[in-house]
Nanobody, 115 residues
Framework: QVQLVESGGGLVQAGGSLRLSCAAS????????MGWYRQAPGKQRELVAA???????NYAESVKGRFTISRDNAKNTVNLQMNSLKPEDTAVYYC?????????WGQGTQVTVSS
């Protein structure tokens, strides 16, 4: 059974930084895309950043230049370095992993940015 375990969320002041990490386990198949979504209260879940198994990345416009996604294919981990955080980045952040055309989700980690 595939499991995604996130860590690194918390409370930070505007302008600060946080690093989210996610470790995938339970699958012997290659992970295609890994990434991060977020959902703020009263809003739809949205893609923050994604990285495919090579190194191609995709970012939401709102985080370009501030967030950086990276992965370690050998360890099946994905990280999200978040700099220059803004109050509007406050949300629950979810790790995702695509394996054999199925998307798996982590349990979510809260990120709160105070003004």
């Amino acid at each position: 059974q595939v499991q995604l375990v996130e860590s690194g969320g918390g409370l930070v002041q505007a302008g600060g930084s946080l690093r989210l990490s996610c470790a995938a386990s339970g699958s012997s198949f290659r992970i295609n895309t890994m990434g991060w979504y977020r959902q703020a209260p009263g809003k739809q879940r949205e893609l923050v950043a994604a990285i495919i198994s090579g190194s191609s990345t995709n970012y939401a416009e709102s985080v370009k230049g501030r967030f950086t996604i990276s992965r370690d294919n050998a360890k099946n981990t994905v990280n999200l370095q978040m700099n220059s955080l803004k109050p509007e980045d406050t949300a629950v952040y979810y790790c995702v992993a695509d394996i054999l055309s199925r998307r798996y989700w982590g349990q979510g980690t809260q990120v709160t940015v105070s003004s």
